[in-house]
């Protein structure tokens, strides 16, 4: 049972460049989010999805697209990578709204912007 | 709103020693949840420990407890004989319904440090 998968674990752009950041799970877990983490600030949050073809926005949105088109994947766009962006990307799911279980997160993916 | 305070940003503490993390939190919501993680330094997010806002009794996972004081909003986690391999940083987090319960808030982090 592989959880939450992110890829890739490391990436380096450039100011401008786009990318996607990637996140599969495989446990039917109907919400999924994403999550930035910088030193001293704890993990925010960007964007989330309550279900298929639903997304709405977090704490931290600008500059970040997200899709949900399947259960289970959740992918996370860069339009048009910032320095301030640098940071490492946490995606996590979870299939309890009631709010006893806990978000399963990914390992990261850790995003260096020059 | 819902905040989180961790205001221990670092710990170092004797192996075998028993450990407090503390944690307060803001909500208006008379209904939530806390959650405590660990990160380890490979990076990843591992769930520790949760506690309902309604649970009666202070939620317990093997070695890890949370002493819960509702009137004080106040959720510290208690590690009991600490190890090596607790070393990690700790995240106490919450969620409310006015919220969204699928979203965490999170506080800053506690670095601990378990000295042998």
């Known amino acids: 049972n592989a959880g939450v998968t992110q890829t890739p674990k490391f990436q380096v752009l450039k100011t401008g460049q786009s990318m996607t950041l990637q996140c599969a799970q495989d446990?039917?877990?109907?919400?999924m989010s994403w999550y930035r983490q910088d030193p001293g600030m704890g993990l925010r949050l960007i964007h989330y999805?309550?279900?298929?073809?639903?997304?709405d926005q977090g704490e931290v949105p600008n500059g970040y697209n997200v899709s949900r088109s399947t259960t289970e994947d959740f992918p996370l766009r860069l339009l048009s990578a910032a320095p301030s962006q640098t940071s490492v990307y946490f995606c996590?799911?979870?299939?309890?709204?009631?709010?006893?279980?806990?978000?399963?997160f990914g390992d990261g993916t850790r995003l260096s912007i020059l | 709103a819902q905040k989180i305070t961790q205001t221990q940003p670092g710990m170092f503490v004797q192996e075998k020693e028993a450990v407090t993390l503390d944690c307060t939190y803001d909500t208006s919501d008379p209904s939530y949840g806390l959650f405590w993680y660990k990160q380890p330094s490979s990076g990843e997010m591992i769930f520790l420990i949760y506690q309902g806002s309604y649970d009666q009794q202070n939620a317990t996972e093997g070695r890890y407890s949370l002493n819960f004081q509702k009137a004080r909003k106040s959720a510290n986690l208690v590690i009991s004989a600490s190890q090596l391999g607790d070393s990690a940083m700790y995240f106490c987090a919450m969620i409310s319904p006015n919220f969204g319960n699928e979203k965490l808030t999170f506080g800053t982090g506690t670095r601990l440090t378990i000295i042998p």
């Open positions: 446990m039917n877990h109907e919400y």
């Open positions: 999805s309550v279900g298929a073809g639903i997304t």
């Open positions: 996590a799911s979870t299939n309890d709204r009631g709010g006893n279980q806990p978000q399963h």
